[in-house]
């Protein structure tokens, strides 16, 4: 039987949308998923409250119609927003969800917004700790940072999920906007500066697409002028870096100047897919973010590791190296 489809979404048996995608998104919900997963399950001495923004929210669900021929078991899973809702469900601080959903098609927009309201009430989060906007980016981001603001948000733990389409859709401003919303907080009789968490997805493809037939994408994504980051480029496609990671590098350096700290830069490769890469960065002064990447220590900025998925790996291998994550989280916290 074909699916069932509303307004170019799919929608299941009880009525939630889904967005229809490839089966290569499976694997950016994967890592998501396992950050999430290693944040709010190990943290287990002196909790600290945890708030989610998604501003790419979409409608929080996928659907992928040949997710069984890829390996997958199941053809739905969570996208950004489903999973940010349940882990914050079920994380016993969990507390403010701020979701923008964005569709030019205003008509699809109300969906993607009603979708995410049932999801978010299915998990238990309803307002006043739960907000969902349907703003483009820039009105989106100013309201995602009235409502912390208003909430108190910004003194306590707080993540932002940035998953654009493409790279325009997330102006540097922005990245920069969030990187510089720290807060001071007394810690064992020290002043310490909390910093939000960040994970971009960074479209990598249409940076690279567009480094000489269209320059300005470059401008706005990576917040410099052509004469500034145009040299940075060349200096790493001299020393033997193809336009991609060239391209990883500089915004990476960016990151780490932003935020004083080098992002993990992981790039998911796509097994029997040579053409598609992802590439998250995370920015984040949280050890689960580190052992989420199955890392020791704090990598260099552009010490990337290609990680190839496959399908029938489920979790990433972090178990073993818990006990010793646990000490270090508990510690932090
Ligand atoms: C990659 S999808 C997000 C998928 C979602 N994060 C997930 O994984 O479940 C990008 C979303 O950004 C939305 N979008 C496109 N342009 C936008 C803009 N200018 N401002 C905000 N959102 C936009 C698209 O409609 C789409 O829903």
């Known amino acids: 039987m074909p699916p069932q489809t509303d307004e170019g979404f799919y929608r299941d048996d009880e009525g939630y949308l889904h967005d229809i995608v490839k089966w290569h998104t499976r694997q950016k919900h994967k890592f998501i998923e396992e950050y999430l997963r290693v944040w709010t399950n190990y943290v287990k001495k002196h909790q600290p409250t945890l708030d989610i923004f998604d501003l790419y929210a979409s409608t929080g669900l996928c659907y992928c ?173 001299s020393n033997g870096h193809d336009t991609r990671r060239a391209i990883i590098n500089v915004y990476a350096e960016r990151l780490s100047v932003l935020y004083e700290k080098p992002p993990v830069v992981t790039e998911i490769k796509i097994t029997n897919d040579t053409a598609i890469v992802y590439c998250l960065l995370l920015c984040t002064d949280s050890p689960a973010g580190y052992y989420v990447y199955n890392l020791k220590g704090l990598p260099e900025f552009n010490n990337w590791r290609i990680s190839t998925w496959k399908p029938d790996a489920e979790k990433i291998t972090i178990e073993k190296k818990l006990p010793k994550a646990q000490k270090k989280l508990d510690k932090f916290f």
């Open 65 to 237: 119609a040949d997710s069984e021929e890829s390996g997958g078991s199941e053809p739905t899973w969570e996208g950004t927003a489903g999973l940010a809702a349940r882990y914050l469900s079920s994380y016993p601080k969990g507390r403010h969800l701020f979701l923008n959903t964005y569709n030019e098609d205003r008509k699809k927009c109300s969906k993607q917004a009603e979708n995410l309201a049932k999801i978010a009430t299915k998990c238990g989060r309803t307002p006043p700790y739960t907000s969902i906007t349907t703003l483009p980016i820039e009105e989106a981001f100013e309201a995602a940072i009235d409502y912390g603001e208003r909430n108190g948000i910004f003194n306590y733990p707080n993540i932002w999920i940035l998953d654009p389409y493409r790279s325009t859709d997330l102006p540097w401003s922005i990245v920069e906007r969030i990187g510089n919303l720290k807060r001071s907080y007394p810690s064992n009789g020290a002043m310490k500066v909390r910093k939000p968490e960040m994970i971009i997805n960074l479209m990598t493809n249409d940076l690279q697409r567009n480094i000489d037939i269209n320059p300005r994408i470059l401008d706005v994504a990576l917040g410099m002028s052509e004469s500034e980051w145009r040299p940075k480029i060349d200096s790493y496609l």
